[in-house]
C-alpha cells in the first residue's frame, strides 16, 4: 500500500523530461544577421504540455488554476517571470508544492510553440492569448553584428540578463545547435557549494563569501551578488549555483565572478 502511494506521489509531482530546444553560446565568427533577438529573461523555464507547466527536468509546477485556466490545449515553451532581477523570488515562487497566489505576480512568456508548423514567426502568430498571464515575448530582427551590440547593451542597462538570437528560417527543432544562441556580455559558469567565510563590517555575523569549487576543481570565493536575505541565508552546502564573471585573470581564474542564482 505505500509503494503504491509514493508511486502516485512521485508520479503527481513529475512528468516525463519535455523535449526542448537549448542554447549554444554566441560567438562572432557566426553571422546572426537577418535572425531574430529578444531579451533573455532571467525567469525558470517552463514546458506547458497542453494541461500542465513542466520544468526542464520534468517537474510539474504546482501552478494554480486561475494562472493557466485561458492556455491553449497545445503545447508551448517559455519563461516562469516577474521583472528583471528577480531569479531568487521566481524560483521560491515556482517550487513550491501547493498553487499560491504569489503567482499573481508572474506571467508565462511564450517563446515557442512546439506543436506547430511554419517558420519561428509563425508558430509564434498562432498564440492568441485571453489572459494577462500570458505573452509572447517580441522578437526583433537583426539588422547586423553593431545591431546586436547595441539591443545586448540596452538590455544590461536595464539590468536584463542578456539577449537570445534564433535563425527564423527553421522548422521547430529540439536539441542543441548553433541555430539558437545565447548572447551576453560576461561568461556563466556553474559551482558547487564546499564552504562559507564570515562577513566584516556591514555584513558581520552574515556570509562574506562563499568557497565554489567548479567543474575543473578549481576553488574560487565569490562575495558579491548577494542581496541581505541570502547573506543571511547562503545557499547549502553541496548546492550547484550559477555565477557570472568577465574573462580569466593571467593565472586562469574567473575574473571579478558574482553570484546570480542557486539551481533548481
Known amino acids: ?80 517571470w516577474s521583472k528583471r532581477g528577480d531569479f531568487s523570488n521566481i524560483s521560491s515562487i515556482v517550487n513550491q508544492q501547493k498553487p499560491h497566489s504569489g503567482w499573481k505576480n508572474l506571467t508565462y512568456n511564450v517563446f515557442e510553440v512546439p506543436d506547430m508548423q511554419g517558420d519561428f514567426l509563425q508558430r509564434l502568430a498562432t498564440v492568441k492569448s485571453k489572459t494577462k498571464y500570458l505573452k509572447t515575448i517580441k522578437q526583433i530582427r537583426v539588422k547586423d553584428k553593431k545591431h546586436l551590440k547595441e539591443f545586448l547593451k540596452s538590455v544590461e542597462e536595464k539590468g536584463g540578463e542578456g539577449v537570445v538570437v534564433r535563425n527564423g528560417e527553421l522548422s521547430y527543432y529540439t536539441g542543441r545547435d548553433n541555430n539558437a544562441l545565447k548572447v551576453k556580455s560576461y561568461i556563466d559558469e556553474e559551482c558547487e557549494v564546499i564552504g562559507y567565510k564570515k562577513g566584516q563590517g556591514k555584513y558581520e555575523n552574515q556570509t562574506g563569501s562563499i568557497s565554489c569549487k567548479m567543474k575543473n576543481t578549481q576553488v574560487i570565493n565569490i562575495g558579491s551578488g548577494f542581496n541581505d536575505y541570502q547573506r543571511a541565508n547562503p545557499p547549502k552546502i553541496g548546492a550547484i549555483i550559477t555565477f557570472k564573471y568577465y574573462g580569466l585573470t593571467s593565472n586562469g581564474r574567473p575574473r571579478f565572478p558574482v553570484f546570480l542564482y542557486t539551481r533548481e
Open 1 to 80: 500500500m505505500k509503494l503504491i502511494l509514493l508511486i502516485f506521489l512521485f508520479s503527481s509531482l513529475f512528468a516525463s523530461k519535455p523535449e526542448i530546444f537549448l542554447l549554444n553560446k554566441y560567438s562572432e565568427d557566426i553571422n546572426v544577421t537577418s535572425w531574430y533577438m529578444s531579451e533573455k529573461l532571467d525567469g525558470v523555464r517552463a514546458y506547458w504540455d497542453g494541461n500542465r507547466l513542466i520544468s526542464r527536468s520534468g517537474k510539474i509546477f504546482s501552478a494554480p488554476a486561475f494562472f493557466t485556466k485561458e492556455f491553449p490545449k497545445h503545447k508551448l515553451d517559455g519563461e516562469l
